[in-house]
């Protein structure tokens, strides 16, 4: 059984930053791509930033490329996002999601965290 939980969302002013966890557990995790993917309201769920298993791999959203950076600490089951230079447009809720390959559905997913950018 895999599970995924995130945190680290909340509300922040345009320009910015802040950075998500996503704390996994399971004991084949740490061999899985994971990735980032958000959904803003009325909008279809969107991908935001992989990341290989041993974090020599990342790639990234055109939309969030030189703003966000996406890492892992296999040591603490953890992966992040860093996010910085907000803008209103990155609100929505923030879920982690494993394994990741490109063009595929991850079938494990954390609950999300909301983020919200005033402007």
């Known amino acids: 059984q895999v599970q995924l939980v995130e945190s680290g969302g909340g509300l922040v002013q345009a320009g910015g930053s802040l950075r998500l966890s996503c704390a996994t557990s399971?004991?084949?995790?740490?061999?899985?791509?994971m990735a980032w993917f958000r959904q803003a309201p009325g909008r279809e769920r969107e991908f935001v930033a992989a990341?290989?298993?041993?974090?020599?791999?990342?790639s990234y959203a055109d939309s969030v490329k030189g703003r966000f950076t996406i890492s892992r600490d296999n040591a603490k089951n953890t992966v992040y996002l860093k996010m910085n230079s907000l803008k209103p447009e990155d609100t929505a809720v923030y879920y982690c999601?494993?394994?990741?390959?490109?063009?595929?559905?991850?079938?494990?997913w954390g609950q999300g965290t909301q983020v919200t950018v005033s402007s």
């Open positions: 999601a494993a394994p990741y390959y490109q063009g595929t559905n991850p079938p494990y």
């Open positions: 399971g004991r084949t995790v740490n061999s899985y791509a």
């Open positions: 990341i290989s298993w041993s974090g020599g791999s990342t």
